[in-house]
């Protein structure tokens, strides 16, 4: 019983190998490239930081949520549950130059402990890229565009940019008049699209009747640029009213692109995170019940690690994509083209010359030496298992049987023809 308990992974997280890895590998390459052509420099940020990097004052998750340890000094550690505190972090210690707009790109494992992750990986990839020192609203549509742009190099058509904006829902509090832990309560209730709820809630609230007909329709304004109209009779005060002026400005620049097509509005869209301060963004695809990207702008961040830029940036999580993509059926060619050289013990030098001068041409090479215990269709199983297209055996010394995997079709030829 021991021994099968250790063949197991703790809840929340999985292995991942042969061809459903090298497609993991092939999301991550198209996303990469994307990013490279928007000239996003590469970064890596340790897997482990000091708490305090992460804690609730900086907006990232909250302490339960996280993988904690301590070091040798007695140090509190976390596996980071976010990528953009360490990339905040990392700007403020190393980058000097910081008049000028900075774009860095990143892929890495996060790590969230969370009971509301029951049955989904606690332990994703997320590849992204964050674009710092710009506050215009070409910047957040540039972010946008990227995102659409990743989507579409590994061949999903069929998704969706949601856009919101955490300044609408802060100028409807703000004009409320409301206090810190009902803000929560709204969001909670708003987060979880229990309207009802929210409705009780307004009702035990002294609110003037405009005040709680925004807050209740808040549900409704999701669709398209129309949505944006249809808010501003809600936006008495001036931080919504100007939320709505930026993501007006926002689809322009999306109409320059040419990808209006892909977006709509949701203005009761509000994230988990609370250092987003304006533009937010969330992908969907069919195969997935939640956003497999995310990303806003957070310009206050940074000030909490010393320095004031403004930024913004989005993750893809790698992990949701190719499930997504595995349920709705789309191939993923990942072009791995490899053979088995497959040999007697008395030809192991004509093989291993073989094997070696195919290696040295690129070929991928698996070089195996025959069992007298196993047959030759065990071989061409394992080949076929492991997405080998022919095995080449060596069966003489100047002759070798190749053998198609898919087929089982053998034929005969001199090995030094081959190379």
């Known amino acids: ?79 980071r549950p976010d ?10 210690k190393y980058f000097s130059e910081k008049d000028m707009p900075l774009r860095l790109g990143y892929c890495g494992n996060t790590f969230i402990n969370s009971p509301k992750y029951q049955g989904k990986l606690k332990e994703t990839t997320n590849l992204g890229a964050e674009l710092l020192g710009d506050d215009t609203s070409i910047a957040d549509a540039e972010i946008i565009a990227t995102v659409i742009e990743g989507f579409l190099a590994i061949g999903l058509k069929e998704f ?23 803000e929560i309560e709204f969001k909670e209730f708003i987060n979880k699209k229990n309207f009802f709820g929210l409705e009780q809630k307004i009702s035990q609230i002294d609110l003037k009747p405009n005040i709680a007909e925004a807050f209740i329709s808040i549900d409704e304004l999701n669709g398209g640029i ?22 007006e400005k926002v689809n322009q620049a999306l109409e320059y692109f040419g990808y209006e097509k892909y977006v709509s509005y949701d203005l009761g869209m509000l994230s988990r995170y609370d250092y987003y301060t304006g533009v937010i963004i969330k992908g969907y695809t069919y195969g997935i019940g939640d956003a497999v990207v995310r990303g806003g702008r957070y310009n206050n961040l940074m000030k909490q690690f010393g320095e004031d830029l403004p930024a913004i940036g989005f993750s893809f999580v790698v992990d949701d994509i190719l499930a997504a993509m595995n349920r709705q059926k789309l191939e993923i060619k990942t072009d791995f083209q490899a053979s088995m050289c497959l040999y007697e013990r008395a030809n192991q030098k004509q093989a291993v010359r073989f094997a070696s001068e195919c290696r040295n041409k690129g070929e991928n090479i698996a070089l195996t030496r025959k069992s007298s215990k196993k047959s030759i269709e065990e071989y061409l ?6 997405h080998y297209s022919k095995v080449i055996y060596f069966d003489h010394a100047d002759k070798v049987s190749v053998y198609d995997v898919e087929t089982g079709k053998e034929e005969k030829a001199e090995w030094k023809d081959l190379v």
């Open 1 to 79: 019983m021991m021994k099968d308990s250790l063949l197991h992974t703790p809840e929340g997280v999985r292995d991942i190998y042969g061809e459903e890895y090298r497609k993991k590998e092939w999301i991550e390459g198209k996303l990469q490239d994307v990013l490279k052509r928007h000239c996003f420099l590469d970064i890596q940020t340790p897997t482990f930081e000091f708490f305090d990097i992460f804690n609730r004052e900086k907006g990232s998750a909250i302490s339960k949520d996280m993988y904690k340890f301590f070091d040798r000094d007695n140090n509190t550690l976390v596996l």
């Open 83 to 92: 990528m953009t505190p360490s990339i905040a972090r990392c700007v403020s």
């Open 160 to 182: 969706q940019i949601s856009i919101g904006h955490v300044g609408f829902f802060k100028g409807l509090i703000e004009q409320a008049g409301l206090d810190t832990e009902t």
């Open 226 to 247: 129309e949505v944006i109209e249809n808010a501003k009779k809600f936006a008495d005060n001036k931080v919504s009213k100007e939320a709505l002026e930026r993501l």
């Open 381 to 386: 199983q394992c080949a076929k298992i492991n």
